[in-house]
């Protein structure tokens, strides 16, 4: 190896002469190789890191889907769940037909107004027939500021979901308690889009459908809904009228309409929204009633 080290350094003292010679200008001394070996180098080319604002601004797209569209595609997926969930109790309690089993029928009719994809709902329905036996319960429970809470639920092992429940609910504040589900009354609610209606308006379709009461809210959007209550033989009949008058229904369904709304002051409101979302993050929780009441 030293042998062949000191033929290179002889090549290249000799190139260096030579090139040296050939490239002296004219009429100028010729230039003069270096005196000794010259020592062979490997060369790396090292690109500078530019860490100017400008060039980093292309990062900010990657920000702008973790802190903005990962959590719109989280809260897509989980409803999603929930749905899928509700397909599979419906299901079970009425069969795969939604021609014959009305359940399943409004619960199709939610998937489609929250744009789930059609292989999604298919996929659901047939897991539904060959998943495994699971029963509905309800859980009964008080949170921040005494607001009531029932959660229901759809599972094939009562005693893992019953820990996961109490768990959420010592954590954030929140703790079982028998007796809520008497200050909620089950009602049949159908929902309707509410733009470019009116309060007076939406009281006059409530009382030529038979509804009982109209409730305005707005959706994730911020798009405003009217809720229509009706006693639950009447939930068809509600339904038909509003669509009749052409109002266009996001969906049908029985749900739990609390007796009494619960004013919450800033905190307690905001730690009763880490409780629900806390419990919605359970995977056997399929809904969430509650009687808190929140200033539009």
Partial sequence: MAAV?????????????????????????????????VELAWRT????????SVVCAGHNKWSKVKHIKGPKDEARAKMF?????????????????????INLAQVLEQCRSNNMPKASVETAIKHAEKSKPASQHMFEARGPGGCLLLIQVLTDNISRTHQDIKRALNK??????????????KRGVVVVQGLNVSTERALELAI????????????????????????????????ASLESQGLKVNSAGLNFVPRVLLPLDRQQLDAASTLVEALNDCADVVQIWDNIHVDS
């Fill in 172 to 185: 954030n504040g929140g703790a079982l308690s028998d007796g809520a589900r008497h200050n909620f009354d």
């Fill in 45 to 52: 080319w090292v690109r500078g890191l530019l860490l100017s």
């Fill in 81 to 101: 769940m929930k749905l899928a969930m509700l397909i599979k109790l419906a299901v079970k309690e009425g069969g795969p037909n939604p021609e014959l089993n």
């Fill in 5 to 37: 080290l000191r033929n290179l350094r002889t090549l290249r003292s000799s190139a260096l002469h030579l090139t040296a010679e050939k490239f002296s200008a004219p009429g100028r001394p010729p230039l003069q190789p270096l005196a000794g070996p």
């Fill in 208 to 239: 030529e459908a038979g509804a009982e009461d109209v409730q305005e809210s707005s959706d994730d959007e911020e798009q405003p809904l009217l809720q229509y209550i009706c006693d639950t033989t009447e939930l068809q009949k509600v339904r």
